[in-house]
């Protein structure tokens, strides 16, 4: 459950991050490119922060069983 937010909050982070790139590219902005690069990394590591923590409330449903 937490790990699937994350996870979502990755992927918008993600592409938010992808629009602000291709803003900057299309301006000419380096700075909002790289901001825009900067976001992308941002949300890939929440997302994948997000898949640890969903692995991890598996694995914690799965020995209480």
């Given at each position: 459950m937490a790990?699937?937010?994350e996870q979502l909050k990755g992927m918008g982070e993600r592409l938010?991050?992808?629009a602000e790139e291709f803003?900057?590219?299309?301006?000419g902005d380096t700075e909002a490119k790289?901001?825009?690069?900067?976001?992308?990394?941002?949300?890939?590591l929440r997302e994948a922060?997000?898949?640890?923590?969903?692995?991890?409330?598996?694995?914690?449903?799965?020995?209480?069983?």
């Amino acid at each position: 459950m937490a790990g699937e937010k994350e996870q979502l909050k990755g992927m918008g982070e993600r592409l938010e991050g992808k629009a602000e790139e291709f803003k900057g590219e299309l301006v000419g902005d380096t700075e909002a490119k790289r901001q825009g690069k900067l976001d992308q990394l941002k949300g890939n590591l929440r997302e994948a922060w997000g898949n640890v923590k969903e692995k991890a409330e598996e694995l914690k449903r799965d020995m209480e069983r």
